[in-house]
C-alpha cells in the first residue's frame, strides 16, 4: 500500500468523532494495552511475525501490543484458554489453520468452538506450501510424470509430512483424494525430523512450509516439485504449481497454504472489531512491515472482518470433508 494511502488511514483514525455515546468505546479503542496471545512456543515463524505485527501496531496506536505464547496441542490449548479468560476487549487471538480449520474435525470433544467462539478481526498472512523429493531416490522430477506414475502403481512413492493432522498432511491427502494418486503418508514428528528423513532418503517426498523448505531447496539437497499455491511463487518462478496440472489431475483452481490470522472474544462489540480490524489493516499497510513479512517467506493479506470469517467457514468444511474421507486420526 502507498505511503500518502498510509498516512491518509491514519489521519482518518485520529479524526472520527467521538460524539456519539454507542460508539465512543469503539472510536477511542484502545484504551489501554493490548494483548495477542500466540499459541505456539516462542522463536518459530509464527511467534516472529505475530511479533513484528505487533511492534508496528504499537507505533501506529501509541500502546503497548504484549505477545503472550500459550502453546500446546496444536494450538488448541490456547485457543480454549482464550475462550475461558473472557472478553476484555484488547485481547487478540492468533489463529491459524491448525485452530481454526483442521482441529474441530480432528479433535471432536476440543473445548471451544472456532466460530460460535470467537469473532473474526482480518487475515494477516498466508504461507505457501512446497512438495520437495529426494535427491537420493528415484523420483521422476516432473510433477505431472510423478503423479501419473503413482496413479499407476500405488504405494510406490511415499510422502512425509510434519505429523498426523497436520496441515502438511493433510494436504497431501487432498491431493490424493482429487487426484487418484495412492501415496504412502509417512509422519514424522515435525517439519525438522520430515526435511531431515527426506534429505537423507528414508522418504521419497515431503510436504512442506515454503519457509522452512527454501533454505534446503536452495543448497540443492531436495528438488521441488511443485508448490500448492494457484500461481507459482516469487521465490521459486521455475516450479509449477498444482493447479496448472488442471483437469486432468482433477486439480483446476488447486490451493492449499497454511494462513494465520487475528479473532477477538465472540462477545466483542461491533465497533469494537471495527476497530481492531482498521489497526490491523494499518500495521499491515506499512512497507516496512511488509517487507519484513515477505523476507520470511510469508504473504502480507489483511481485508475485512467478514472476509476473513468466511475463510474460516469454509476451511473447516474443506478439512472436515479430507479428515473423513481419508479417515485420519490425530496422533
Not at 1 to 9: A, N, V
Not at 204 to 231: W, Y
Not at 293 to 318: C, I, K, N
Amino acid at each position: 500500500m502507498p505511503p500518502t494511502t498510509r498516512r491518509s488511514m491514519l489521519a482518518a483514525m485520529a479524526a472520527t468523532p467521538l460524539a456519539v455515546p454507542y460508539s465512543v468505546r469503539a472510536q477511542s479503542w484502545p484504551q489501554r494495552d493490548i494483548r495477542i496471545v500466540v499459541p505456539f512456543p516462542p522463536g518459530g515463524t509464527t511467534d516472529v511475525v505475530a511479533r513484528l505485527l505487533a511492534e508496528t501496531m504499537r507505533r501506529d496506536l501509541g500502546r503497548a501490543v504484549i505477545v503472550e505464547n500459550w502453546p500446546g496441542a496444536g494450538s488448541t490449548v490456547g485457543a480454549a484458554r482464550f475462550v475461558r479468560d473472557g472478553n476484555d476487549q484488547h485481547s487478540l487471538f492468533l489463529s491459524q489453520i491448525a485452530s481454526h480449520g483442521i482441529a474441530p474435525a480432528l479433535y471432536p470433544t476440543i473445548q471451544y468452538r472456532p466460530v460460535a467462539d470467537f469473532r473474526a478481526v482480518a487475515l494477516f498472512v498466508t504461507v505457501p506450501n512446497v512438495w520437495v523429493a529426494s535427491v537420493r531416490r528415484a523420483v521422476p522430477r516432473d510433477i505431472r510424470a510423478f503423479l501419473a506414475d503413482a496413479r499407476a502403481n500405488p504405494d510406490k512413492y511415499s510422502f512425509a509430512s510434519a505429523g498426523n493432522g497436520t496441515s502438511t498432511h493433510l494436504t497431501g491427502e487432498l491431493i490424493k483424494l482429487q487426484t487418484g494418486a495412492r501415496i504412502l503418508h509417512v509422519p514424522y514428528r515435525g517439519a525438522g525430523p520430515g526435511m531431515t528423513a527426506v534429505i537423507a532418503g528414508e522418504v521419497d517426498t515431503f510436504i512442506d512450509n515454503l519457509p522452512t523448505a527454501l533454505p534446503q531447496i536452495r543448497a540443492g539437497t531436495v528438488i521441488p516439485l511443485a508448490v500448492t499455491t494457484r500461481e507459482r511463487v516469487p521465490d521459486l518462478p521455475d516450479v509449477p504449481a498444482l493447479a496448472e496440472l488442471g483437469a486432468e489431475f482433477g486439480l483446476d483452481g488447486f490451493e492449499t497454504v497454511a494462513w494465520f490470522g487475528l479473532h477477538a472474544h465472540a462477545e466483542t462489540p461491533a465497533g469494537v472489531a471495527e476497530a481492531m480490524n482498521r489497526a490491523v489493516n494499518l500495521a499491515l499497510a506499512d512497507e516496512g512491515l511488509r517487507r519484513a513479512l515477505a523476507e520470511r517467506g510469508t504473504v502480507p493479506r489483511g481485508g475485512s472482518a467478514a472476509d476473513y470469517a468466511a475463510l474460516v467457514e469454509r476451511e473447516l468444511a474443506r478439512w472436515a470433508r479430507v479428515v473423513r474421507e481419508a479417515n485420519v486420526k490425530a496422533e
